[in-house]
């Protein structure tokens, strides 16, 4: 394999303009967003036309929140991208083993998402739930390597043309003395077509997942955590899972002088049952994950220097360029 070396140089302008108004009991909030991105794309030192780019967006967000009796609701649509990570965008070619290599994908679009959320409260209890429609959402490809090498993989990463998800979540929160549990019920629903080596196949069976948390707060800065997490088989994305699988984790917490240093001993896994039994579809391969043991303890000691609380007030600039990266 040749060496190569990828340069790609950004310049992104945004602008956003919102519009609130209030009916009485009724807050509603319209927004406009406008996102400019020119993007030049380098293979050893050689601009690509065709893989430089210029992106010009306009996403659209609409806010309606009210009370239904002492139900706090919320009703939202907004329009949003996730651009791919540099990494996913080299050109090169990596070595795995003698049966796969993988590689990025210069030619990778932007995700674009439409969402729309209601999210509802009442004292402890929180429903959310959203529906959102993806186009050019990026998942893992694979092909074969060369025509002479049909049974070496080549991994690597492509736009899937439409994904429709709903996402539903219920939580409950009480507080009981020094008990803090937190039970959490959420239903994943998709609705997506994946290449398989049989042909293109419905992914679109829906997965539950029960998750329990429990804090207990002791005197002297002592706090016990002991969670519980329970998956059901089904679709996510290009992933069936096969099996049920769960974890049990627990967790002691003390903390000294007012919260600088601290320590916490974790035992994660502790029935072994973390890791799931799945199948990754992918193009021409059927790729098979056989479940292996996760059960682990880890102590974490931190010491906080000049604690003090930041006074930057701002939302993070580039965020999400550095998340990219």
């Not at 140089?9 to 406008?34: D, T």
Request: proline share 4%; charged share 20%; hydrophobic share 35%.
């Amino acid at each position: 394999m040749e060496d190569n070396h990828n340069d790609i140089k950004e310049n992104a302008v945004s602008a956003f303009a919102e519009y609130a108004y209030s009916f009485g009991n009724l807050q509603a909030r319209a927004g406009v967003r406008y996102e400019h991105l020119k993007s030049d794309y380098y293979e050893d030192g050689v601009k690509s036309a065709e893989q430089s780019r210029v992106y010009d967006n306009v996403f659209p967000s609409v806010s309606l929140a009210f009370p239904i009796g002492k139900v706090q609701t919320q009703l939202t649509y907004s329009g949003n991208i996730k651009r791919p990570d540099y990494y996913d965008l080299r050109s090169g070619i990596s070595y795995v083993n003698r049966y796969s290599y993988e590689s990025g994908n210069p030619y990778l679009e932007p995700a674009i998402e439409h969402v729309v959320s209601l999210n509802m409260s009442y004292g402890w209890l929180y429903l959310n739930v959203n529906y959102i429609h993806g186009k050019d959402v990026e998942i893992q490809y694979s092909r074969a390597y060369s025509e002479e090498n049909p049974a070496v993989s080549l991994l690597t990463h492509i736009n899937a043309p439409e994904i429709d998800k709903l996402n539903a979540t219920f939580t409950l929160s009480p507080s009981v003395g020094i008990w803090s549990p937190q039970l959490t019920l959420m239903f994943n629903q998709q609705w997506f077509r994946v290449d398989t080596p049989e042909g293109r196949r419905n992914f679109n069976n829906p997965v539950g997942v029960f998750q329990w948390d429990n804090t207990f707060a002791f005197p002297k800065g002592f706090q016990f955590n002991l969670d519980m997490m329970v998956s059901t088989r089904g679709d996510e994305e290009t992933i069936k899972y096969m099996k049920p699988y769960g974890a049990l984790n627990c967790s002691l917490y003390k903390s000294f002088f007012s919260g600088c240093l601290s320590f916490q001993l974790k035992a994660n896994d502790l029935l072994n049952t973390a890791q799931p039994e799945c199948t990754l579809y992918s193009g021409n391969r059927t790729i098979w994950v056989d479940a292996e043991s996760r059960r682990s303890i880890a102590l974490t000691v931190r010491y906080k220097f000049n604690a003090t609380k930041s006074k930057y007030k701002g939302t993070g600039a580039g965020q999400e360029q550095r998340s990219r990266m």
